[in-house]
């Protein structure tokens, strides 16, 4: 791959972009590395995110009717000005896919290789020691052994330009072990490379199968979140998810708390049956209160009648605020309508597994399932690329339920900022 051209052009923005994902968030985070970031030219810059639009919950690439995906992805800014001190391919994007959804609690590594971890030590910007903390370099990570995949090769980087970004990244599943891949774009920019979509928002995930018939293949599950939930004490929070799996599988799903160390997990509900074919289904979610103050992680299990068992980490968090929903003194009347139930779906039914209810995931209209088959055609229909409709989708989405729904806007703000959680320590930043 040729160096990237030093001179730096004036900054392009494309107005129309959708900044998904946190880009403006992880800017505020590198200002905060600043005092100690490496002294390279671009030691403190925000870094550029890959950006997927319209992530469809989940997408099953058939290979026996063709194993080629398409992945678009775009980016909120051009970003191709090199300064001396950079590595010759710094400023450009990769993509991966990793076995399971991270845990939102930890790190993914910052290298994916010794190779790349040594690029840095030769410019100055890692120290040789580094080499020594295998955590932090993928291909050495004992909690990602066999677990990842370079869906474009390290001399395949992409340049951070919109000319780029406009073709999809074609992946050729050929060869791949059948599974479930969490989805991810890499920005290469030692020393702070950068992996998205970040925690809390929606991850593409990918099922790669040999045949069209569900009970061919293993099942996988995956909860859909477009964001934090935050919630107050006396609240259930309404998590959407979808699931690929053969007739007669069910569904269970855990919460623990936002303690890294925290292994124990808690039923929320257990043995719902999933909804024929691949579909979408939603839960309620009501917090225990020992996470009161302070925040839960959620984990999917799916398991089909033969036993076979696949299980996916949320990928936010839900905030739960200590105290009860404020009463609203400023309406005396209510519209009569039934509509402040706070369900997402029809035919909700209680499961005495645990504290959740599962509802069959329709709203309205809303019932399209959201499970896409992939292909090379680079249409947004389900059974397209793996690019999906928003309209389509029904917006699958984390609700609220059981409070008021009028502005809160103060409150929300202040528990955002650490200031309404309890004075309990707020979950280690997630990259």
């Not at 923005?13 to 002294?39: C, D, K």
């Not at 026996?64 to 001396?84: K, M, R, W």
């Not at 072990?177 to 990918?206: D, H, S």
């Amino acid at each position: 791959m040729s160096p990237l051209p030093r001179p730096s052009p004036p900054l392009r923005v494309r107005p129309s972009a959708t900044h998904r994902g946190g880009w403006l968030a992880t800017a505020a985070v590198f200002m905060a590395l600043a005092p100690t970031a490496a002294q390279a030219g671009n030691g403190i810059k925000p870094r550029t995110p890959v950006v997927f639009e319209d992530i469809p919950c989940m997408t099953v690439v058939d290979r026996s009717a063709s194993p080629l995906l398409e992945i678009p992805y775009t980016i909120p800014f051009e970003d191709v000005g090199l300064t001396p001190d950079e590595v010759p391919d710094s400023r450009t994007h990769q993509f991966l896919g990793l076995c399971r959804n991270p845990d939102p609690r930890g790190f993914l590594p910052t290298y994916l290789s010794a190779v790349d971890m040594q690029a840095a030590i030769d410019i100055g910007v890692e120290t040789p020691d580094r080499l020594g903390d295998i955590e932090d370099i993928l291909e050495l990570s004992p909690r990602w052994t066999d677990c990842y995949l370079r869906v474009t090769a390290d001399a395949e980087r992409r340049p951070i330009t919109f000319e780029a970004a406009a073709a999809p990244v074609a992946w050729d599943t050929t060869g791949v072990e059948p599974g479930t891949y969490t989805i991810f774009g890499y920005t290469w920019e030692p020393p702070f490379n950068l992996w998205a979509p970040a925690a809390g928002a929606p991850r593409w995930t990918v099922k790669v199968v040999d045949s069209p018939d569900p009970a061919a293949s293993a099942p996988a599950g995956v909860i859909y979140a477009e964001e934090d939930p935050i919630i107050f004490r006396d609240e259930q929070a309404t998590i959407e998810a979808c699931a690929s799996a053969m007739d007669g599988s069910t569904y269970s799903v855990y919460w623990a708390t936002d303690d890294a160390d925290d292994e124990l997990w808690r039923p929320v509900i257990e043995g719902v049956a999933v909804p024929p074919g691949s579909a979408r289904f939603a839960f309620d979610y009501t917090p225990d209160p020992e996470v009161y103050g302070s925040s839960a992680v959620l984990k999917l299990a799916v398991e089909d009648p033969l036993g076979r068992r696949h299980e996916s980490m949320m990928s936010a968090f839900v905030y739960v605020l200590d105290q009860d929903t404020p009463v609203d003194t400023t309406s005396s009347s209510t519209t009569g309508d039934d509509s402040s139930t706070g369900t997402t779906g029809s035919d909700s039914a209680s499961n005495s597994g645990g504290p959740g209810t599962a509802t069959d995931g329709t709203a309205g209209e809303s019932n399209t399932d959201d499970v896409t088959t992939g292909n090379s055609s680079g249409d947004s229909s389900p059974s397209g690329s793996a690019g999906g409709d928003a309209g389509e989708r029904g917006g699958c989405a984390v609700g609220r339920t059981g409070g008021a729904r009028e502005p809160l806007a103060l409150m929300l703000v202040l528990a955002i900022a650490g200031l309404g959680l309890g004075g309990r320590r707020a979950p280690a930043p997630r990259r």
